[in-house]
């Protein structure tokens, strides 16, 4: 064992660096594991010429909570 994780709170430093790391890697993968969407360029055209118009993929707001 290397001499600077002999004191005690070294260890523990390091021990919180390091589950740190795994939970921002966890958070990571999360949100960018390769789901993301590809939109065609037609969808895309159609989604600025009209933007008021709900796509198919979007719910529509006519729900009896809208305001």
């Known amino acids: 064992m290397p001499t600077f994780l002999q004191h005690p709170l070294a260890k523990e430093i390091s021990l919180a660096i390091v589950i740190k790391l795994l939970v921002i890697a966890?958070?990571?993968y999360a949100f960018f594991d390769g789901h993301?969407?590809?939109p065609d360029a037609d969808a895309v055209a159609q989604r600025l010429a009209n933007p008021e118009h709900p796509t198919p993929s979007q719910p529509s707001s006519e729900s009896?909570?809208?305001d």
């Open 26 to 28: 966890a958070i990571f």
């Open 36 to 38: 993301a969407l590809h």
């Open 64 to 66: 009896p909570h809208a």
